[in-house]
């Protein structure tokens, strides 16, 4: 059985296949040092791909992504959800900074 390609389309415009390590690498940089296992990021990664996969598209949006992986540690760990949406987000200053943390 073969499986599907999924390609993330990049803000610039860049495509590039869709890689669960590269997903995997993210979460374990966001949740070093917290108490989250590495069965629980895998499951965290395994289900953003079910989700991506079950939308039957060959692309799908970087931000897309990235904001399901927000959504997913946000309910993890609040530690690392911030240190994420930090590399994520691009935080201006430290006011958008506040901003994100008044949300939690």
């Known amino acids: 059985m073969e499986v599907p390609r999924l390609f993330v389309v990049k803000k ?11 997903i995997l690498a993210g979460l374990r940089k966001a949740c070093e040092k917290r108490p989250i296992s590495e069965s629980r990021m895998e499951a965290v990664a395994a289900d953003l791909e079910r989700e991506l ?3 039957g ?5 970087s931000s897309l992504v990235g904001e399901k992986l ?5 309910s993890l760990d609040p530690v690392a959800y911030i240190r994420f949406a930090s590399v994520y ?15 939690l």
Not at 93 to 101: A, G, K, N, Q, V
Request: hydrophobic share 30%; aromatic share 10%.
């Open 89 to 103: 987000r691009s935080f201006r200053d430290i006011e958008s900074f506040r901003e994100e943390l008044a949300q």
């Open 53 to 55: 996969f079950a939308r």
């Open 12 to 22: 610039d415009g860049r495509r590039e296949q869709y890689s669960r390590d590269k």
């Open 70 to 74: 927000m959504e997913a540690l946000r």
């Open 57 to 61: 598209e060959s692309e799908v949006a």
